[in-house]
């Protein structure tokens, strides 16, 4: 909770992302085989623009969990803001085989897959690119560029307190 909560304020307080990636670490540790946690670091690496502390927690994700879609189109949407259209797209191939019996999401997966087929066919070899679609929430991605806005001045945020520390 306090990871995602120092996410939000990423772009408003300084030093919350150093903050988010510190608890979301700490959640790491507390419970090393939760996908879910890796996805989130992942999330706040790639709202960063990090794409390969980003693609490595999607990866650890998607070894903990093969069957998790969640995992590989992170990843996938990761590797394209890199410019690995060809990675991405096989990670866009595995969603669409795990989620073939949730239309909604087959539908959505389905159409990036055939936007970024068209975008390999016209893209040059090398370099990131932006994304043509902006991706949605049903499996869990998003999209850094328009999560916040920027606030100037930062405001100051106090780092987290020690849970060793008692009150008196």
Request: charged share 20%; glycine share 6%.
């Amino acid at each position: 909770n306090l990871a995602s909560i120092y996410r939000s304020l990423i772009g408003f307080g300084q030093n919350a992302d150093n903050f988010a990636i510190l608890a979301n670490q700490q959640a790491i540790t507390l419970d090393p085989n939760n996908p879910a946690e890796y996805i989130n670091l992942g999330g706040i690496y790639y709202q960063l623009g990090q794409w390969d502390n980003a693609i490595r927690q999607f990866q650890i994700a998607a070894t903990l969990k093969p069957d998790l879609a969640n995992a590989y189109y992170n990843l996938g949407h990761a590797l394209q803001e890199k410019g690995n259209l060809a990675d991405a797209m096989t990670q866009y191939e595995t969603v669409r085989r795990l989620v073939a019996n949730d239309k909604p999401n087959f539908d959505k997966i389905s159409k990036e897959i055939e936007d970024l087929k068209k975008r390999i066919a016209g893209a040059p070899a090398q370099g990131p690119t932006p994304s043509s679609s902006t991706p949605e929430q049903p499996l869990g991605i998003s999209n850094p560029s328009s999560q916040l806005p920027p606030q100037n001045p930062p405001v100051k945020i106090p780092p987290p307190i020690e849970a060793t520390k008692s009150s008196r």
